[in-house]
């Protein structure tokens, strides 16, 4: 006993300072972070290929089971988000000081760059149904390009102006975020429709219009079609690895949920204890408990037919784990 409450007490302890530290790091460039730690990543084909992007502005395809990986590009710049779109095989990827690169995979060339008005983006939302990529900058505008007519950009209404584009749906539906929740638009029929009683930031939306929000240590399944919330939970403890005994002990602390996706029977949320939890969609019963990582996650895909999923971290590693 007396182990475990020192084991508490320490990692409480680093988790304080590591808080403290980050406040530091966003004062400047985020490659004081980890420069070669992963900020992104998506599947490029069906399952066990992915792309990541990192902090010093690198882009690699990395295959399941090789122990190497091709960096595809690498730009002056730092790199926060990454979307691919198939059909053209391009990348698009959010940076520091370039506002929005556009990649061609096939030799890394820049084939141009999409401003941002001296301005930076930290996310990427990108539909390859309808050829839609949105974003929105640290001054509060958006911008919605649309990628298959030589990225011209699409005008919302005044009333939509400072919101977040969060998502969009294959139908048209542009979800927008502000403080207050979400107002849904729809770029080709111009319909508006707002859902102002729902708290925390989107994380995901399924085929079904469900929504996963995660609110600090707790994320919320909201369904759309019921016009109700199925249940709000958190992480129930948090699973440290202790070398020395080669063992995992679960302390009773509940940390922050920093990104989560859905699937059609469960959801993956991922935590700042360096856990990936796996809950059914219906109960939401835990239903695994993966890692704990070495560090922070911070990206989480799963493939079209959700058969897997990969999760990539702060220090640079990457987890790929078949779902059923």
């Not at 958006?142 to 977040?164: A, C, M, S």
């Not at 990936?276 to 408990?289: A, C, F, Y």
């Amino acid at each position: 006993m007396n182990f475990c409450r020192k084991l508490v007490v320490t990692f409480i302890s680093i988790y304080i300072w590591g808080c403290k530290q980050e406040v530091i790091i966003k004062d400047g460039k985020f490659t004081g972070i980890n420069p070669v730690s992963h900020t992104d990543v998506i599947y490029k084909g069906k399952s066990d290929t992915v792309l990541v992007s990192t902090y010093d502005g690198k882009i690699y395809e990395v295959i399941k089971g090789k122990s190497s990986k091709k960096q595809l590009t690498a730009i002056n710049d730092e790199i926060y988000a990454i979307a691919y779109n198939s059909d053209k095989d391009e990348i698009y990827a959010a940076t520091l000081n370039s506002g929005i690169a556009v990649i061609d995979v096939y030799n890394g060339n820049i084939l141009k760059y999409l401003p941002l008005n001296d301005s930076w983006a930290k996310q990427l939302v990108f539909n390859s149904e309808n050829g839609i990529l949105a974003t929105y900058d640290y001054k509060g505008n958006h911008y919605l390009w649309r990628v298959n007519d030589g990225f011209k950009r699409i005008h919302t209404p005044i009333k939509l102006q400072e919101l977040k584009p969060r998502h969009i749906h294959n139908n048209g539906d542009i979800y927008f975020e502000d403080k207050r929740g979400f107002i849904v638009w729809n770029y080709q029929t111009n319909f508006e429709e707002e859902k102002r009683t729902l708290k925390g930031g989107l994380a995901d939306i399924d085929k079904n219009k469900d929504l996963l929000l995660i609110n600090g240590k707790e994320f919320t399944l909201y369904r759309t079609t019921s016009d109700k919330i199925q249940f709000t939970l958190q992480h129930p403890d948090w699973p440290i690895y202790v070398p020395e005994r080669d063992t995992t002990i679960d302390i009773p602390l509940s940390l922050e949920i920093v990104s989560g996706q859905l699937s059609e029977k469960y959801i993956f949320t991922c935590g700042l204890d360096k856990s990936i939890r796996k809950w059914d969609k219906q109960s939401g019963e835990l239903v695994k408990t993966y890692g704990p990582l070495r560090n922070t996650p911070s990206g989480i895909a799963i493939t079209e037919d959700e058969m897997q999923f990969v999760v990539t971290d702060l220090g640079g590693n990457i987890l790929f784990r078949n779902i059923d």
